[in-house]
């Protein structure tokens, strides 16, 4: 009987031991990759722009019979974000019906682009401050603050232009 009761501690304790392992290892994962929309040249996870002290994620009315344009809904749906008239980038919170602007990024004449979701409280955008030179942006919404702001250039900046002959 006590032979028993020892074997079954041993197992039981030998798969907490293995459990324990695999949440850790689990838990310490990589987070998935960028959406293919922001896996732009130069720009990752741990990339942080220079801070932007303008920038506030405030409470804010939106004017009846406004469009909402690239409407995005996170993957838990407690958020919806999107982009009215081009360059005015609103998040709401479903729950309470709260809706908030985020305001005092640079180029505020630029419209926004490629609205995702990357998890789900990161917001992520882009702001192209010409045809060629953008900029790469991620909101913590939960926290209301700016993640990243990284300037990036696209494929045709890098590449070279024609070769003289």
């Given amino acids: 009987m006590a032979l ?13 031991t293995i459990l324990g392992s695999y949440n850790h290892a689990f838990s310490q994962s990589a987070r998935p990759p960028l959406p293919k929309s922001h896996r732009h040249i130069g720009v990752d996870r ?12 405030s409470e804010a009315a939106i004017e009846a019979g ?6 995005v809904t996170n993957r838990n749906r407690k958020y919806d974000a999107f982009i009215v008239a081009g ?5 709401t919170e479903r729950r309470t019906g709260k809706i908030f602007e985020i305001r005092g990024l640079p180029l505020e004449w630029r ?6 979701w990357g998890d789900s409280t990161t917001l992520m955008f882009d702001r192209w401050s010409q045809p060629h030179y953008g900029v790469h942006y991620a909101v913590d919404v939960e926290k209301r603050q700016l993640v990243a702001a990284v ?5 045709v900046f890098l590449q070279p232009q024609r070769r003289k002959p």
């Fill in 4 to 16: 028993k009761t020892s074997l079954r501690l041993t197992i039981v304790c030998a798969l907490a």
């Fill in 46 to 57: 741990s990339a942080t722009g220079d801070s932007i002290p303008e920038f506030a994620m």
């Fill in 66 to 71: 406004a469009k909402k344009e690239g409407l």
């Fill in 87 to 91: 360059t005015r980038l609103f998040v």
């Fill in 111 to 116: 419209p926004f682009s490629d609205l995702i």
């Fill in 151 to 155: 300037p990036f250039p696209d494929r």
